[in-house]
């Protein structure tokens, strides 16, 4: 039974940081992938960092440079924000699956979901 436990999440002013943490527990694929995706009220889940077992990264063109998907040696998967919107506000969801990062920004893509942590971004 694999579980993602996202945390870090909470409120921050325009062009502040935050560090999101993702814990998992249950999984043991060898080709891994692994990935941040974020859903705004009333808009469409959208990937906005990916990491596999290359070490190999994708992200969303609104995030590129302001956003840093890492994996630290503990296997703990990190998304850093920085230079934080308004329109970063919503909830951020961990997500697991198999592949290469290129796909890893697409949900039909990952297998497996946390509950999601909530992010304010505050103008």
């Known amino acids: 039974q694999v579980q993602l436990v996202e945390s870090g999440g909470g409120s921050v002013q325009a062009g502040g940081s935050l560090r999101l943490s993702c814990v998992a527990s249950?999984?043991?694929?060898?080709?891994?992938?692994m990935g941040w995706f974020r859903q705004a009220p009333g808009k469409q889940r959208e990937g906005l960092a990916a990491i596999d077992s290359d070490d190999e990264k994708a992200y969303a063109d609104s995030v590129k440079g302001r956003f840093t998907i890492s994996l630290d040696d503990k296997k703990i998967l990190y998304l850093q924000m920085n230079s934080l919107k308004p329109e970063d506000t919503g909830t951020y969801y961990c997500?697991?699956?198999?592949?290469?990062?290129?796909?890893?920004?697409?949900?039909?893509?990952?297998?497996?979901w946390g509950k999601g942590t909530l992010v304010t971004i505050s103008s």
């Open positions: 249950g999984y043991t694929s060898r080709n891994y992938l």
């Open positions: 997500a697991a699956g198999s592949g290469e990062a290129w796909v890893g920004l697409r949900a039909e893509f990952m297998d497996y």
